[in-house]
């Protein structure tokens, strides 16, 4: 693929986030909007408390009624207005707050989207070939959606758990302290059992759960994953055994862990239902009334708002799995926004001529372990370099250098006199395009994909580039040929999109190509089409290409031999070829590797894409 689609979304990344790496927490990511959070739980606190006064109106005109005295008109009246408004500014204000709440909700879902955009952008782009793009998808998709119970959903729902027990609790504290003691006997009994949970023996049950299950998933994947090979080379039963004992192992510790926990949760249910509930506060009422502590009609608000006070305990356990659901998702969002992005240049300089100048130059994916030693290598302009060398000996990783995936360890990457990290991006992918052997079309029409670096492009143009990139007739045979929208009409084989990302290149015009001529999906017509592309540009650009075939070297200006992150040898091809030196031997090994390749025959390059 060309770099100008990647180009693109760095260049337009124009607001990104703090880039300093540093992780935040998930108050600090939302302090934009604590604002708007606490105007959120403030009409909700309001809201709640409010409401209660329907309810207080009903064991108000209860206790009213049935008092022996006479009812005072004045009193229920006020008491039934007071209801009826208070259920009106409830629902004023839970609504507002629940309106505000999911715009809330919108804008701060927005701005991690934004945020994880602008960092996807100014990230290596040799770092997205680590990550599989269904992570990618989830962390944008799924877990920046898992924020929105917590900032939608739990304020209202942690509000009013604790705020309606609390006002209750001081209203019945007004009717009978003694009997407010007795109604919280079971929530006391709950809270009781909670430590009976976080025994170290429980954690660990919890946490062989958790990894058994998570021990499912793999397997599925890799049962699903493995499945053409192993329906290939017999074995079906083996991986059938090895799936079933891990389901087995995991019913086995989901047993122990609901032994466990069985009856410690059945305990709390009990003490938390409303049968218990109602049992204690009328065995209290009771024993209050009959030793005449309390008038029979104060048992009323009891059984009213006595069923209440449990909420808060059953509230804790849901309120708080959406608040870790929250806090585990919105850590793999901050594991996104705090990759080290490339330092872009605050004053980009711009390059004198096309000439590419590897000094010295070290590299490692991670560190104590060094894939590219000490490279010195100038590519001049007009001239095409051949890049050779067993596999695993760095090439793929060297080349990448150029459209600055990655940033040398140590040592430099001039481009024109230019060190890539002092030139801006935009310059950078306008003077350096590339056809990797991983190529990616996008969801868009066969000519949008082909003229991605040059949009204004005309059709002549893209179809020009197609014929030259020996992908043009194959295109006619698509169902609306360059206006058929790939992955969605139709899909390309692995050839043949590499040489869509050939014309791509082709169209593109860069100065600078880098080419790796594929292994992958060698098929004539693609090798054709690199030849071609070659030939074309050769002459006029500065070209590096990843030879594997004898050809592509022979038609090169200088061959370079690499070897475990070394250049071992360099020079004239047809010098190089005839002396015995490590490259004609590497040259002559790879020649019958080839050759018993072709014996076996393999089709390639119908993979789609
Ligand atoms: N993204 C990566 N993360 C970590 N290590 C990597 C990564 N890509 C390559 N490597 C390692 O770096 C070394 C050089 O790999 P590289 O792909 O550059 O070699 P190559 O010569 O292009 O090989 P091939 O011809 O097989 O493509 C190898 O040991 C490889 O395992």
Redesign the pocket.
């Known amino acids: 693929m060309t770099t100008t689609d990647l180009a693109e979304a760095r260049v337009q990344s124009t607001s990104p986030p703090d880039d300093t790496g540093v992780r935040q927490s998930l108050v600090q990511l939302l302090r934009p909007y604590l604002g708007s959070f606490a105007a959120v739980v403030i009409l909700q606190v309001i809201g709640a408390v409010v409401g209660l006064a329907p309810l207080l109106a009903v064991v108000e005109l209860g206790r009213a009624l049935l008092s022996p005295d006479p009812p005072d008109h004045g009193y229920v009246w006020t008491v039934v207005i007071a209801g009826a408004i208070g259920l009106l500014v409830r629902l004023l204000f839970t609504a507002t707050a629940s309106g505000i709440g999911h715009v809330l909700d919108d804008q701060v879902q927005l701005s991690f989207r934004r945020q994880l955009a602008a960092r996807l952008g100014r990230v290596p782009i040799?770092w997205f070939?680590?990550r599989r793009t269904g992570e990618l998808a989830k962390v944008v998709g799924e877990d920046v959606s898992a924020v929105h119970p917590f900032i939608a959903h739990t304020p209202s729902e942690l509000v009013s758990a604790f705020v309606v027990p609390i006002v209750s609790l001081i209203y019945l504290f007004t009717v009978d302290s003694r009997l407010t003691l007795i109604t919280l006997i079971p929530v006391l009994l709950a809270v009781a059992l909670v430590p009976l949970m976080m025994t170290p023996t429980r954690l660990r049950e919890q946490k062989e759960f958790d990894a058994g299950m998570g021990r499912i998933s793999n397997s599925v994947v890799e049962f699903v994953q493995g499945i053409a090979v192993v329906k290939a080379f017999g074995g079906g039963e083996r991986a059938h055994r090895k799936f079933r004992t891990t389901v087995d192992e995991f019913v086995t510790s989901f047993y122990r862990m609901v032994r466990g926990l069985s009856g410690i949760a059945a305990g709390m249910q009990l003490a938390l239902s409303p049968p218990f509930v109602l049992l204690v506060v009328l065995i209290g009422g009771t024993a209050r009334i009959t030793s005449g502590g309390m008038a029979p009609a104060d048992l009323l608000p009891f059984l009213l708002l006595g069923l209440g006070l449990t909420a808060p305990v059953a509230a804790l356990g849901h309120g708080f799995d959406d608040l870790q659901a929250a806090r585990r998702a919105v850590g793999r969002i901050q594991d996104v926004l705090t990759v080290q992005s490339l330092p872009e240049p605050t004053n980009p300089t711009a390059p004198q001529g096309h000439r590419v100048v590897l000094r010295d130059v070290r590299f490692g994916?991670?560190t104590d372990h060094e894939?590219l030693r000490g490279i010195d290598l100038v590519l001049e302009p007009g001239t095409v370099t051949a890049i050779v060398?067993?596999?695993?000996?760095?090439?793929?990783?060297?080349v990448?250098l150029l459209p600055r995936f990655f940033d040398p360890t140590h040592g430099s990457v001039t481009l024109g006199g230019v060190d890539l990290r002092e030139l801006g991006s935009r310059d950078l992918y306008r003077t350096v395009s590339f056809v990797f052997q991983d190529t990616s079309l996008l969801r868009a029409s066969v000519a949008d994909n082909i003229a991605l670096a040059v949009p204004q492009a005309d059709l002549d143009d893209v179809v020009r580039v197609a014929k030259l990139a020996n992908i043009h007739d194959r295109i006619l045979e698509l169902p609306r040929g360059y206006d058929t929208i790939l992955k969605e009409e139709s899909g390309l084989s692995g050839g043949e999109a590499q040489r869509i990302s050939i014309a791509r290149a082709l169209l593109a015009d860069a100065p600078v190509l880098v080419l790796d001529e594929a292994?992958a999906f060698a098929d004539p017509r693609t090798e054709h089409a690199v030849r071609r592309a070659l030939a074309t540009l050769a002459g006029d650009k500065t070209i590096l290409v990843?030879a594997h075939r004898l050809e592509t070297v022979a038609h090169a200006d200088t061959a370079v031999m690499?070897d475990n992150?070394e250049i071992v040898e360099r020079g004239e091809p047809a010098e190089l070829l005839a002396g015995n030196g490590k490259f004609a031997a590497f040259w002559q090994s790879h020649r019958s590797a080839a050759a018993d390749q072709a014996h076996a025959d393999v089709p390639q390059g119908d993979e789609p894409r």
């Open positions: 040799g070939s680590r994916y991670v894939v060398g067993p596999s695993g000996s760095g090439k793929s990783t060297m990448q292994t990843i690499l992150g």
